[in-house]
């Protein structure tokens, strides 16, 4: 079955830099679109960034646009998030998302358990 297993989460203090990493396995990794996702507590889930199959295709949330991009490499089975200028409401669990088409449409199939980011003002 697929999993997605994120890292690269942490503490750090505002204006900082995280990247995130996401490792696929289970299933054709440059067959789907994959995206990042958040969910601060007592707030919903909400959408980060998504990259189509081939990365030639990118978006992102108006609230990180500038700050995060994210990646990936098929030959890698890998998807990554670069978080620069990090805010104290940027502060989440980050979980990756595997979608099942080439483009982010629809809901993703696949989910994994999410990488905890915390970030001090």
């Known amino acids: 079955q697929v999993q997605l297993v994120e890292s690269g989460g942490g503490l750090v203090q505002a204006g900082g830099s995280l990247r995130l990493s996401c490792a696929a396995s289970?299933?054709?990794?440059?067959?789907?679109?994959m995206g990042w996702f958040r969910q601060a507590p007592g707030k919903e889930r909400e959408l980060v960034a998504t990259?189509?199959?081939?990365?030639?295709?990118?978006n992102y949330a108006d609230s990180v646009k500038g700050r995060f991009t994210i990646s990936r490499d098929n030959a890698k089975n890998a998807v990554y998030l670069q978080m620069n200028s990090l805010k104290p409401e940027d502060t989440a669990v980050y979980l990756c998302?595997?979608?099942?088409?080439?483009?982010?449409?629809?809901?993703?199939?696949?989910w994994g358990q999410g990488t905890q980011v915390t970030v001090s003002s």
């Open positions: 289970g299933r054709t990794f440059s067959n789907h679109a």
């Open positions: 998302a595997e979608y099942h088409l080439t483009q982010p449409l629809g809901v993703p199939g696949y």
């Open positions: 990259i189509s199959w081939s990365g030639s295709s990118t």
